[in-house]
C-alpha cells in the first residue's frame, strides 16, 4: 500500500494519561499536515512540517500536544495528560511542496478519552 | 480569513435522480477549492478541485462540480446518484500563503435511498 498510514487506529485512554499517534506520508511526499475532526465538524488544521522542519502551529494546539518529523519522513503527535476534549478523529495529510493542494489523507486514529 | 459554508447539514435523493451538495467560499484572492468525500471510519478522500480554467471540474467516481465566482460557489454535483455514494462531504478552501493548509466546512451527509 502507497498510501498515508496511521497507527493506531482506535485509542482509547483514560484522562489523564499521555498517548502517541503514527503518521507515516506518501514516501515522495515533504509535506505532512495533522488536523483534527470532532464529531459532526470537519477537519481543523493543527499543525504541517516540511521535510523535517515544523513550519506553523494552529492555536488550536496547545502545549500539552507535540509533534515530530524527526528524519522528514514519519510523524508522530503526543498528547500528553489527555483531557475528555481531546476525544476526536486525528488525520495525516501528506503532499509534495510544490502541489500543497493535493493533500492525500490517511484513514486517521480515532482517541476515545474516558 | 478564507473560509466555506455547507448550508446542509443533509442531503436526501432518491437513486438515480441528479444530486447537488452546496458550497459557498468566502477567500481574499483566487479561490483554491476542493471536495473531499468521507466514509465511515476512514480518511478523506479527494474527489476534486477548482484552480482555475473552466468553471465546470469533473472529478471522481462521475462527481463534478459548479466554480461561480459571481455566486461565490461551488456546488457538487452528480447526474445519478448511487447508493453507495452515501457518505459524508467536505467542501475546502486553500488557506492564504504558501502553506497548502486546508480549511473545511462543517460537511454535509448525502443519504441516497433505493
Known amino acids: 500500500d502507497t498510501g498515508v498510514s496511521q497507527d493506531p487506529r482506535h485509542k482509547i485512554t483514560k484522562r489523564g494519561q499521555n498517548v502517541t499517534f503514527r503518521c507515516d506520508p506518501i514516501?515522495?511526499?515533504?509535506?505532512l499536515y495533522w488536523y483534527r475532526q470532532t464529531l459532526g465538524q470537519g477537519p481543523e488544521f493543527l499543525t504541517y512540517?516540511?521535510?523535517?522542519?515544523?513550519?506553523?502551529k494552529s492555536r488550536l494546539l496547545s502545549d500539552r500536544f507535540s509533534a515530530e518529523r524527526p528524519k522528514g519522513s514519519f510523524s508522530t503527535l503526543e498528547i500528553q495528560r489527555t483531557e475528555q476534549g481531546d476525544s476526536a478523529m486525528y488525520l495525516c495529510a501528506s503532499s509534495l511542496a510544490t502541489r500543497a493542494y493535493e493533500q492525500y489523507f490517511g484513514p486517521g486514529t480515532r482517541l476515545t478519552v474516558t | 480569513a478564507q473560509s466555506v459554508a455547507q448550508p446542509e447539514d443533509q442531503v436526501n435523493v432518491a437513486e438515480g435522480n441528479p444530486l447537488t451538495v452546496k458550497c459557498t467560499y468566502s477567500?481574499?484572492?483566487?479561490?483554491?477549492l476542493f471536495w473531499y468525500v468521507q466514509y465511515p471510519n476512514r480518511g478523506l478522500q479527494f474527489l476534486l478541485k477548482?484552480?482555475?480554467?473552466?468553471?465546470l471540474v469533473k472529478g471522481s467516481y462521475g462527481f463534478e462540480a459548479e466554480f461561480n465566482k459571481s455566486q461565490t460557489s461551488f456546488h457538487l454535483k452528480k447526474p445519478s446518484a448511487l447508493v453507495s455514494d452515501s457518505a459524508l462531504y467536505f467542501c475546502a478552501v486553500r488557506d492564504r500563503g504558501n502553506t497548502g493548509k486546508l480549511i473545511f466546512g462543517q460537511g454535509t451527509t448525502l443519504q441516497v435511498k433505493p
Open positions: 477548482y484552480i482555475t480554467g473552466d468553471n
Open positions: 477567500v481574499s484572492g483566487n479561490p483554491y
Open positions: 514516501s515522495e511526499h515533504n509535506r
Open positions: 512540517f516540511q521535510n523535517e522542519a515544523q513550519l506553523e
